[in-house]
Every structure is written in C-alpha cells, then in structure tokens.
C-alpha cells in the first residue's frame, strides 16, 4: 500500500512545525507543503526589518523543513473537501490527500488600508515601509496606529534607528494596559525615553497621506502612518465552503479537527479553536507553534484510528523588545494574564533575543527527533474545576 499522503497548505510557524513532526514520525508519510514563498519568514523579526536594524527575516525553507517534506511552492485556490484536492492558482493539477491541515496564517487587517497608510502584514509590506523611511526629512512625523505588541515593537524599533524622526504610536486604549503595574510602567518609561509620543483612547478614523483623523475629530498630521492595528486571514477556507467564522477562520473542534471534515484540521492564526480550550489564545509565534505540532499529534492519531486528544496550550511569558538593547519579559499565568513579576532592560533584551532564536531550533529539533517539542499546559476549563 502506498504511503498515505498528508498536504499542508502554509508554511509558517505552525505549518513547519507540523510538517517536521509528521515527517519524523514513525509513520510512512508522504508530506507536502504548499507555500506562495520559497522562504521561510521569521514573523517576530519584521519590525526589525522594517527598521533596518535587520537586513531580512527570510530564512532558507531547507534550513528549517524535513529534507523528507515535498515542498510545493504555488498558492491554494480551492480546498476540495468531498474529493480530497487542493487545487492551485496556477492551474497545475490538483494534489489529493488523506489529511490536510490548513495553517494559512494571518495577513495585514481587512477591509484594505487607509489611504496612504504603509501595511505591516508580511516580509514585502516591512520592506516599502523601511524604503519610504530612509526618504523622510529629519523631524517628519511617524505614525504607528496599534499599540499591540506589534505596534509597541515597532515603534520602539524605529525610534532607536531613527532618532532624527519624530515617532508617533496610536492606541485605542491604555498603551502597555494589559501588563503587570511594573510591566506597564517599564514599557512606557522606555517608549519615552526614545523619544516616543503616546496617544491613548485614539480611533483613527481616516488617512489621508498627510494627516490622521480620530474617531473624535481631532486632525494629527502624519509624514508617514504604518497600520499595525490588526490582521485578518485569507478567505480561502470560506471560499471552498468549509465552515468558517465571521472573521473567515476555520471552525476546528477541541482536537483542532473540521467537525464537518474529520481528516481537515487547522493550526495557527486562520483558525477558531472552541472557548474551553482556546478562549485565551491570542495570535502569536508562542500560540502558532503549539498548535501545529498538536495537529500534527491529532492527524497521527486519527490515521491510527484514535480519538485525538483535546488541545491544551498556555503561556508562560510575554517577550517584547523595545528596541536592540532593551526589553520586557512579562511573567503571565496559563491564561496569558499578566502577573506581577517582569524582567526589563538589557537582560530582558537579550532574552527576547534567545527565544527568537530558539524559536526555530525549536522547530528544527523536530526534524532530529519527531516529538521533542513541548509547550506549556493551557488553563483548566471551567466545566473541569
């Protein structure tokens, strides 16, 4: 009997990891990966690159994939759920599968960006935001609209690289609110001290290439506005019918599989995971990673005719860099809620910097031996207590 073949459609953090567990597995697979890009992009290093403090956050795919994976470099147009494709953009022949995972990933937020505002969603909207920086006059004005932990970063980022500018960072909200007192204290104290101006309790309303205009009227001129307040996923699961959410996510049950598809199942950013075990998730490298390699768990067992095991993800920590020498390590519980205890500063930096990088020797250890990656456990759902 030939081998029984697994496609996954996305190459990102949760995809690779998956894809490597698979590979490993003692199971004989046929694995492919079906990716737009050639390379692998470091997500968590985009805010670096688009200040030009980091050349690329591409990295080689055979540097970080099974050299027993099939690499498929097209775009996914269809999911054929009843016949088992994936059909392609291209128009090459369609791919059947015994199981799929979808791990698409998330894109800059949707419906499109304001006018005249610069994307902050993947590697190419990075680099035209870091090429119309190094065009700027000294003392134009920068603008981040989201202080997310995206926002917070960037603005950071671009204010060390470029103290001539003036950087501006937007929040709908209390910038750093959802830290610990010291956490929140320690992120703002060095947003200022590079120069940073806070708005708080914003909503931009409009962008109209020169000025920012907020849900109360007030008019903020801006040489440069990057739109970091959110990302959306592709439509791809709604366009081949699949059960989705508002937001265009597939639906997965608590072992990640399809309710209507057993052998589809999701991972990372694209995907509802149900409240009990997935109400606290957040989208996130430290979600993404889980994730894939649970579904990867779930798609053994079902081939094996198990039942899979129902998700259980936490956190242990929240790393922010605030700028190259500088961080936060914010100590948080299961549920991703901010305790007291929080590193800052230069060692927070550099610890920010060494789960960057064992975030893909995480990934690679995978390729070495099947199974090795473990994740903290999730917060014990309510009906359990």
């Avoid at 506005?225 to 997965?252: M, N």
């Avoid at 929080?342 to 960057?356: D, H, I, P, Y």
Wanted: charged fraction near 20%; charge should be positive; include cysteine.
């Amino acid at each position: 009997m030939s081998p029984r073949r697994v496609v996954i459609i996305g190459a990102g953090y949760a995809g690779v990891m998956a894809a490597n567990r698979l590979a490993g597995s003692k199971h004989e697979l046929q694995v492919s990966v079906i990716n737009p890009v050639a390379d692998f992009v470091e997500r968590i290093r985009l805010h670096e690159v688009a200040a030009g403090s980091r050349p690329t956050a591409a990295v080689p795919m055979k540097s970080v994939l099974s050299g027993r994976v099939d690499f498929v470099e097209e775009s996914a147009s269809r999911i054929d759920p009843v016949n088992r494709r994936v059909h392609f953009s291209s128009g090459r022949a369609p791919i059947g599968y015994d199981g799929l995972l979808y791990a698409v990933g998330s894109g800059q937020a949707s419906p499109g960006l304001p006018d005249g505002a610069y994307g902050f969603g993947d590697a190419g909207s990075a680099a035209r935001f870091r090429a119309r920086l190094t065009r700027l006059d000294r003392g134009a004005t920068v603008s981040i609209v989201g202080a997310g932990l995206t926002g917070v970063e960037l603005a950071a980022e671009v204010a060390q690289q470029y103290p001539q500018l003036r950087v501006r960072l937007l929040s709908r909200g209390l910038i750093a609110g959802d830290l610990s007192g010291s956490g929140t204290q320690a992120v703002r104290a060095r947003l200022a001290a590079l120069g940073v101006e806070m708005v708080e309790n914003a909503e931009v309303q409009r962008c109209d290439g020169s000025n920012l205009i907020t849900s109360d009227g007030v008019t903020l001129p801006s040489d440069c506005t990057v739109w970091a307040a959110g990302f959306s996923v592709p439509h791809l699961a709604r366009d081949s019918g699949l059960p989705t959410d508002a937001e265009g996510r597939l639906i997965v049950d608590e072992s990640l599989s399809c309710p209507d598809y057993p052998d589809i199942f999701g991972a990372g950013d694209a995907v509802r995971v149900p409240d009990p075990v997935g109400r606290h998730l957040r989208m996130s490298c430290a979600t993404a990673l889980p994730l894939g390699a649970h579904a990867a768990d779930s798609i053994i067992a079902r081939l094996e005719n198990r039942s899979p095991a129902p998700l259980s993800a936490g956190y242990m920590f929240r790393c922010i860099s605030l700028g190259r020498r500088s961080g936060l390590i914010q100590t948080v519980a299961a549920d991703d809620r901010a305790r007291q205890f929080a590193v800052r500063g230069r060692l927070a930096g550099l610890a920010k910097e060494q789960v960057c990088r064992m975030t893909l020797s995480w990934i690679r250890s995978e390729i070495r031996r099947s199974g090795s990656f473990r994740w903290p456990r999730g917060p014990v759902p309510a009906e359990a207590k």
